[in-house]
């Protein structure tokens, strides 16, 4: 099956199984509303903007300042300009610089993440809408199947060949399969709602794809939460380098230029202008510097820890998904087999049925069951899918 149009889902694909194609990104946001969409767009240039703006935070502002005197001894006017601007900060504007891209590459992984993350909750409840229609036509047939029982035990409590408890007990279970389909129904409908509220269009108009299988080794290699936790290692390594700058000689170049206009009520002097430039050497003595300098350091090894830890979990995430799926496949094969049992024992009651020795009931009971089974591997294979979808989120 394809996902929207198959050159989309080969795209979709790629990213899963490892192929190097060029994916498209906007593909995988085809499912999204488009106020999703955008949301992400304008995240992606926030951080563009908060990137380009830790880049210039070592650039000091210029001062403007104007004043104007209006007491009784002198009136006049005075402009200021003033510039204090470092040259030199140990490695600190490098650092800086550094951080500035570090930090954007981190917060660009967390939006790609969110953007996975809600494409794997809309194609998770399309999967679930699929699965629950494949259980609602199972409850119909379990209820035809209970219908038929009652039938039958009307008849056999009437002929008094069984005690009314029997007629009683086949009521109870179909009611209970009448209810069980109302609850099913019900589910369904919040399933599309919850689809509607993130999706661009009706449920229906989009079809299931098909996951594939990826290696432990790719999946560590194109894993965004690892891809974040590297990412993490080098802004916290930059950022301690850059507090430890802080604390180390800086150097300065300074300006100042102040012009006075006097307009009266001071003898002799009109207008003054006053100017000084030159270089300074700073180095801020704070009793906190360790402290500080320390605690980003600790900051930069816990993520250098955390990077190992997530490994660990994405790897025990991995071999859980990996043995659920063994279990599935478990399931189908026995699923197969009861199939191929059910359809062996059906050819043998089509047979009786037709040299009248069974009845239709007969025939129809079984033939129910046995499609309940191969709705069941349908079901099996959902789940799969559900499960692949985890793993697909995860990755690029």
């Known amino acids: 099956m394809h996902f929207l149009k198959s050159n989309k889902i080969k795209l979709l694909l790629c990213s899963l199984i490892g192929v190097n194609l060029l994916a498209n990104s906007s593909f995988d946001e085809e499912i999204l509303s488009d106020s999703r969409k955008k949301t992400f767009t304008l995240d992606e240039k926030q951080a563009k903007e908060d990137s380009a703006k830790l880049k210039k935070d070592w650039i000091n502002p210029i001062t403007l300042q104007y004043k104007k005197n209006l007491g009784d001894d002198y009136k006049g006017e005075t402009s200021l300009i003033s510039i204090n601007q470092p040259?030199?900060?140990?490695?600190?504007?490098?650092?800086?610089?550094?951080?500035?891209?570090?930090?954007?590459?981190?917060?660009?992984?967390?939006?790609?993440?969110?953007?996975?993350?809600?494409?794997?909750?809309?194609?998770?409840?399309?999967?679930?809408?699929?699965?629950?229609?494949?259980?609602?036509?199972?409850?119909?047939?379990?209820?035809?199947?209970?219908?038929?029982?009652?039938?039958?035990?009307?008849?056999?409590?009437?002929?008094?060949?069984?005690?009314?408890?029997?007629?009683?007990?086949?009521?109870?279970?179909?009611?209970s399969s009448k209810h069980t389909l109302v609850d099913l129904k019900y589910q369904k409908q919040e399933l599309i709602n919850s689809f509607n509220n993130i999706a661009a269009g009706d449920y229906k108009q989009f079809k299931l794809p098909n996951f594939e299988l990826i290696s432990k080794k790719e999946f560590l290699e194109k894993n965004i939460e690892l891809d974040?936790?590297?990412?993490?290692?080098?802004?916290?390594?930059?950022?301690?380098?850059?507090?430890?700058?802080?604390?180390?000689?800086?150097?300065?170049?300074?300006?100042?230029?102040?012009?006075?206009?006097?307009?009266?009520?001071?003898?002799?002097?009109g207008q003054t202008n006053e100017q000084t430039?030159?270089?300074?050497?700073?180095?801020?003595?704070?009793?906190?510097?360790?402290?500080?300098?320390?605690?980003?350091?600790?900051?930069?090894?816990?993520?250098?820890?955390?990077?190992?830890?997530?490994?660990?979990?994405?790897?025990?995430?991995?071999?859980?998904?990996?043995?659920?799926?063994n279990m599935l496949?478990?399931?189908?094969?026995?699923?197969?087999?009861?199939?191929?049992?059910?359809?062996?024992?059906?050819?043998?009651?089509?047979?009786?049925?037709?040299?009248q020795i069974k009845t239709q009931s007969d025939y129809d009971t079984l033939k129910n069951s046995r499609d309940i089974k191969f709705l069941d591997e349908k079901i099996y294979k959902i789940d799969k899918q559900i499960i692949l979808l985890d793993m697909y989120a995860k990755i690029f």
């Open 87 to 175: 040259i030199f900060q140990s490695g600190g504007i490098y650092q800086a610089i550094k951080y500035a891209n570090s930090t954007y590459k981190y917060s660009n992984l967390q939006i790609q993440q969110q953007r996975k993350l809600l494409i794997k909750d809309a194609l998770n409840l399309l999967f679930q809408i699929k699965k629950l229609d494949l259980n609602i036509q199972k409850t119909k047939l379990t209820l035809a199947n209970a219908k038929i029982d009652v039938t039958r035990k009307k008849e056999q409590v009437l002929n008094g060949f069984l005690d009314s408890s029997f007629l009683d007990n086949a009521l109870l279970t179909l009611n």
């Open 228 to 269: 974040k936790a590297k990412a993490s290692i080098e802004k916290n390594k930059n950022y301690s380098y850059m507090t430890m700058a802080r604390y180390l000689p800086s150097v300065n170049v300074f300006y100042n230029y102040s012009k006075t206009h006097y307009t009266d009520g001071k003898p002799k002097a």
């Open 277 to 325: 430039y030159g270089l300074s050497i700073s180095m801020p003595l704070d009793s906190r510097a360790f402290n500080d300098i320390e605690s980003k350091r600790i900051e930069y090894l816990k993520s250098k820890l955390n990077l190992k830890n997530k490994i660990d979990d994405e790897k025990s995430f991995f071999k859980t998904k990996i043995d659920k799926l």
């Open 329 to 355: 496949n478990e399931r189908l094969k026995i699923t197969k087999e009861d199939l191929a049992l059910y359809n062996s024992i059906l050819k043998i009651i089509k047979e009786e049925k037709e040299a």
